[in-house]
Structure formats: C-alpha cells, structure tokens
C-alpha cells in the first residue's frame, strides 16, 4: 500500500509524522527522454521514450537528440505526473541533470524544468547524472523488499561516457578512486560491435552473443594501469587488429566465430573491470559493493560480480535493468537527497556537458 501524504506512517518501527516531499526528476543527458515522480523515496512513475533515431547511424547524432527530447519532453513529463497519481501542484521540487551529457540534449531538459519551475513556483535541484547512476540502489518501490547498501561502499559506475570506482561515504559525498584514462567500457562494446558490423548499441547485442560463445577460444590484450584507473582502448585496438589478420587468412572467420568473439572480448572488459574493483575493496575494507551505469546490464558482469561477492564476503547491490541505462528515477532519488539536505538551484544555472565542470 502506498504511504498517503501528510499523514502518520510506520518507518521502520517507530511511527513517526512529517509531511511527505514529491520530486519529479527529468532526464535528458543523452538519447532517452525520461521523467519520475517520488514520494519519500517511493517510485510513483517513471518513464522513458527512448530514441529509435539513432539505430540507422550506429552511434547518437548530438543533434537529432537535441531534436528528439523537443518533442518527447511535454509529452514524458505529463504522463508520468499522471500515472503518479499527482497533480502538479503537489510537486515539492523538480530535479533535472545538469550534465555531463550531450550540451544539446540537456539543455532541452534543462530549460523545460526552469520553465516548469517558473510556471509551478517550485523550487530547482540540479543533478550531476552520476550521482544519479550512483544512487540508483537507494529508488524504493511499493512491495519490493528495497534492499540498499550500507556507508561507505564502493560503486562500479560503467556506462557509455564513463568508468569509475566511486567511493560513497553518505548519498552526498562520494570520492572518485580510480577512472578510465581514455575511452569507457560502455564505448568498448559498442565499438566491438561496430567493428563487427552487429549493429548499436552494441552491449546488449555483444552481451547476447557473448552467452553462446567459448570465452576462452580467443584472449585479448589486458592493459597494465596504476592504481585504480582503468583503460579501454587498448583491447579495442587488439581486437581491431585480430579480425583484420584472421579475416585476411579466411573471409568468413568473423561470421563463424563472432559469437566466440564476442565471448572472449567481453570476459576480457569484465576481467579488467574487475580486477581493479578487487584491488579497491582489498584497499578501502569496504565490502558493500553495487554496481551501476548502462553497462551494469551487462549478464557477464552481473554473473561474475555476484560470484566474486559470494567469494569474497561482499554484499553485493545489482539494480534492476530499468535502473541501469539513462532514467529520471535515479534523477528524482539524488534531487531528493539533495533537496533534503538544503540545496536549490537558481534559474541562472547553465547544462554543462563534462563532469570536470561541476
Ligand atoms: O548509462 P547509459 O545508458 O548511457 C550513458 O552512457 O550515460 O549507458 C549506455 C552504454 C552503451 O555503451 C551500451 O552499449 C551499454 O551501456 N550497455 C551494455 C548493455 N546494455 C547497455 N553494455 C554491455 N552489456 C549490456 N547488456
């Protein structure tokens, strides 16, 4: 049953009163338009218009995203104030990611909320779309057990535009350990793909294959990075020249092979990937460790994150799908935090399209 607002409901043990806080949360960093409504951490709704546009070109068109998001965003924000239940006026905030993303794409999401804010006198929380991923585990939903990780523990955040171990002492304080040097792990697969003519976005098509491959037919290179940091271009680089050479001896060596290709150069990301994962849970003693980011989809990662978990003593924390790749659930649960802790956004503020910015 959903808690009402406003009005006394058992937290935990204790019956406690408070009035409830609704935040609607906008997401549009990328390709996919997306809206939520929370109520004290509850989902009410969410939801998502992904774009269809980018498929014929293999990779996201900076501006036929900006162009997609104009015409979802009315629509997506009002049926998820709909299905919620809500009417607009109960909204106690609205949160939107400022970035990184695509500077065209959150700018739409950006001036819809500033125009929402004026038109609904509520107040702003920005959102850096990380934190977002970061926080994803802590979205409650009505008869679910809403299992969440304990402070401090580690986040491995993988998704198109990054790789990262994050450190997260409390919802608002985290500290990045280590972090991709050049590309991200998300783009590794969908290269993998492209080179491979499999078509976009590549990690879920790659994650597919890679189930009916041989994982250990073909190895590729593994990189040799200090500390914590991670690096991704190198095994791209292996694998280009390793179908270059083999499809010059047998024209047909990719189409026979690619589901063991696709095997071997995935257990090769997620080898990296966790390798260093075990250095920084051996490094900090955390044990708590959740997982997020597009690529935290991925079965390969999942499977074998689980099983290091069960190894190691960890508790592990896996989102649900719908939590992984681009949503404004995980918009609406950080602007909660956020917006508890104090924090508003004026109308000034502008989208900025890399982390460093923020
Ligand atoms: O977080 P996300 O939706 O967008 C950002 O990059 O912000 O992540 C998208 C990335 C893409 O690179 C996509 O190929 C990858 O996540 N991805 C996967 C899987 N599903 C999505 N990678 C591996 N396995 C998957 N199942």
């Given at each position: 049953?959903?808690?009402?607002?406003?009005?006394?409901?058992?937290?935990?043990?204790?019956?406690?009163?408070?009035?409830?806080?609704?935040?609607?949360?906008?997401?549009?960093?990328?390709?996919?338009?997306?809206?939520?409504?929370?109520?004290?951490?509850?989902?009410?709704?969410?939801?998502?218009?992904?774009?269809?546009?980018?498929?014929a070109y293999g990779g996201v068109i900076p501006e036929l995203a900006s162009r997609a998001h104009q015409l979802n965003i009315v629509?997506?924000?009002?049926?998820?104030?709909?299905?919620?239940?809500?009417?607009?006026?109960?909204?106690?905030?609205?949160?939107?990611?400022?970035?990184?993303?695509?500077?065209?794409?959150?700018?739409?999401?950006?001036?819809?909320?500033?125009?929402?804010?004026?038109a609904l006198d509520k107040p702003l929380v920005e959102v850096n779309h990380l934190q977002g991923h970061i926080l994803?585990?802590?979205?409650?939903?009505?008869d679910k057990d809403n299992l969440q990780p304990e402070f401090p523990y580690l986040c491995l955040l993988v998704s198109?535009?990054?790789?990262?171990?994050?450190?997260?002492?409390?919802?608002?304080?985290?500290?990045?350990?280590?972090?991709?040097?050049?590309?991200?792990?998300?783009?590794?697969?969908?290269?993998?793909?492209?080179?491979?003519?499999l078509?976009?976005?590549?990690?879920?098509?790659?994650?597919?294959?890679?189930?009916?491959?041989?994982?250990?037919?073909?190895?590729?290179?593994?990189?040799?990075?200090?500390?914590?940091?991670?690096?991704?271009?190198?095994?791209?680089?292996?694998?280009?020249?390793?179908?270059?050479?083999?499809?010059?001896?047998?024209?047909?060596?990719?189409e026979k092979n690619k589901a063991d290709?696709?095997?071997?150069?995935?257990?090769?990301?997620i080898d990296i990937l966790m390798d260093k994962l075990i250095k920084a849970a051996r490094q900090t003693g955390i044990r708590q460790i959740t997982i997020g980011g597009g690529v935290s989809a991925n079965s390969g990662l999942r499977a074998r994150i689980e099983e290091e978990g069960r190894k190691r003593g960890w508790t592990t924390f896996l989102p649900e799908f719908k939590f992984t790749t681009d949503n404004a659930a995980m918009i609406a649960i950080a602007g909660w935090f956020h917006y508890r802790n104090g924090k508003r956004t004026g109308l000034e503020v502008a989208p900025v399209s890399r982390l460093a910015e923020f």
């Open positions: 049953m959903q808690p009402r607002r406003g009005i006394k409901h058992a937290l935990s043990k204790k019956t406690v009163s408070y009035m409830s806080e609704i935040i609607l949360g906008i997401e549009s960093s990328c390709d996919d338009t997306s809206a939520a409504v929370i109520r004290d951490g509850y989902l009410l709704s969410n939801v998502l218009a992904s774009q269809e546009v980018h498929r629509p997506v924000v009002s049926e998820a104030i709909t299905r919620a239940g809500i009417s607009p006026s109960e909204i106690d905030a609205i949160a939107f990611t400022r970035g990184p993303g695509l500077l065209g794409s959150l700018l739409v999401g950006t001036s819809f909320a500033k125009g929402l804010s004026l994803a585990n802590f979205i409650r939903q009505y198109g535009g990054n790789s990262q171990i994050v450190r997260v002492d409390s919802p608002l304080e985290y500290e990045i350990l280590g972090q991709t040097i050049d590309d991200a792990v998300g783009e590794a697969f969908d290269k993998c793909s492209k080179m491979m003519g078509g976009y976005p590549g990690g879920p098509i790659v994650d597919r294959l890679a189930r009916e491959g041989d994982p250990l037919k073909f190895r590729f290179s593994k990189p040799h990075v200090p500390g914590l940091d991670y690096s991704f271009s190198g095994v791209k680089t292996s694998l280009l020249y390793f179908v270059r050479d083999r499809m010059a001896e047998d024209p047909d060596f990719m290709i696709c095997a071997g150069f995935q257990k090769t990301l």
